[in-house]
């Protein structure tokens, strides 16, 4: 029987501990171990001998364990200040400020100064089922801005915005007050919303995120999650 070799980036990411890009920068910074021995990018191990216990695999000296039987997705309702980071010496970091008992990696991002609805793994790879931007997810914002909305405004904002060498895709606006509107994207640039208001010469004041594919922020209070439950959480991998 031939062994089970696997890249150690993908092993991080299939027993949930983290995404393969972040199981490459811990390898990078020499935070890895296997058997008390530093390991290389790109390095195999064997899935035979971490299952049978014959190897063991740890991160900054701690042994790490496999939580793909427990695949937990959490919602969190990030609060304005809270930072999408994974520099744990950040005071302001979202992992921390969770308090969760078992590791978790964040499903896209929401920048410090924006807020509202996040999603949480214990389970690396779903991240990387769940982020792919060609799976068209959609995510939902309420924007408040500087000034009175236009419906020359509104019409640029839906038709794609030239932002980060890019255009934006097409996407739903929709005008709630005078200066506030809903939008639903597709796809995650950077400070998107906030690059594509610039672009029209708005300034956003506040960007609260209300839903994630079919998971909605509904009533949970900021600074607060809930665990998603079986039924939501294979609906959002759909």
């Known amino acids: ?21 972040e199981a490459d920068r811990l390898i990078d910074e020499g935070r890895v171990t296997i058997d008390d021995r530093d390991v290389l990018m790109g390095e195999k191990i064997n899935l035979d001998d971490y299952e049978s216990g014959k190897i063991k695999v740890t991160v900054d000296g701690k042994v790490i364990s496999d939580t793909k039987m427990e695949q937990i997705v ?12 994974n520099d744990l010496n950040n005071k302001d970091n979202i992992i ?4 969760f008992d078992k590791k978790l990696v964040y499903l896209g991002r929401l ?3 924006s807020h509202g609805l996040i ?10 089922k769940i982020m792919r ?3 068209n997810k ?9 000034k009175p909305i236009t419906d020359e405004f509104l019409e640029g904002m839906r038709s794609g915005v030239p932002i980060l060498d890019t255009v934006t895709k097409e996407c739903k606006v929709t005008k709630l007050t005078e200066t506030s509107f809903n939008i639903i994207l597709t796809q995650g640039l950077n400070r998107q919303i906030r690059r594509m208001c610039d672009y029209f010469g708005y300034t956003v004041s506040d960007l609260k995120r209300v839903r994630v594919c079919n998971i ?3 009533k949970l209070k900021s600074g607060t999650y809930r665990v998603l439950s079986k039924e939501e959480v294979e609906e959002l991998v759909k």
């Open 111 to 113: 920048d410090k100064n």
């Open 133 to 135: 931007s060609r799976n």
């Open 1 to 21: 029987m031939e062994n089970r070799l696997i890249r150690l980036n993908k092993f991080f990411s299939e027993i949930g501990y983290c995404s393969r890009r």
């Open 119 to 128: 999603l949480l793994t214990t389970d690396g790879e779903l991240v990387n």
């Open 96 to 99: 921390k400020a969770i308090g």
């Open 216 to 218: 909605k922020l509904g």
């Open 74 to 85: 959490i919602a969190y309702n990030k609060p304005v200040g809270i930072e999408c980071t």
């Open 138 to 146: 959609e995510k939902e914002y309420v924007v408040h801005v500087s």
